[in-house]
């Protein structure tokens, strides 16, 4: 009897944990490619446009900056993350934008 009432129970909880939305990152816009210009764009100006950067780290040695938005929930995965590399005077040196979020893939196909 005991393991008839658990059954019910456990379906309920699985079908409820299907339902759930997560998010990771902050919201961000997607840039424009004529937003970003190598060795003229600097760090106030993406600060100003972006926010906050979610990540800073090294790649080869230069400096970077990461924003990243992800969400799940409701069948749909979306993310997207922009990364800049910055020259030694706080320059871009080059930036790479990846999205999977409709409106980017149909702007930048």
């Known amino acids: 009897m005991r393991r008839s009432r658990l059954l019910p129970l456990g379906v309920a909880l699985v079908l409820l944990a299907g339902c ?3 998010k990771a990152g902050r919201e961000f816009p997607s840039p424009e490619p004529s ?3 190598a060795g003229k764009t600097g760090k106030a100006d993406l600060r100003r446009v972006f926010g ?3 990540e800073v780290g090294l ?3 230069d ?5 990243f938005y992800g969400r799940t929930g409701g069948g749909e995965d979306r993310s997207k993350s922009l990364t800049v590399r910055f020259n030694p005077d706080g320059t871009v040196k080059s930036y790479s934008f990846s999205s999977n979020f409709p409106e980017d893939m149909q702007r930048f196909r």
């Open 63 to 67: 400096p970077t900056w990461t924003w």
């Open 52 to 54: 906050e950067p979610y």
């Open 59 to 61: 790649d080869s040695g």
């Open 35 to 37: 937003l970003i210009l």
């Open 20 to 22: 759930v939305s997560f």
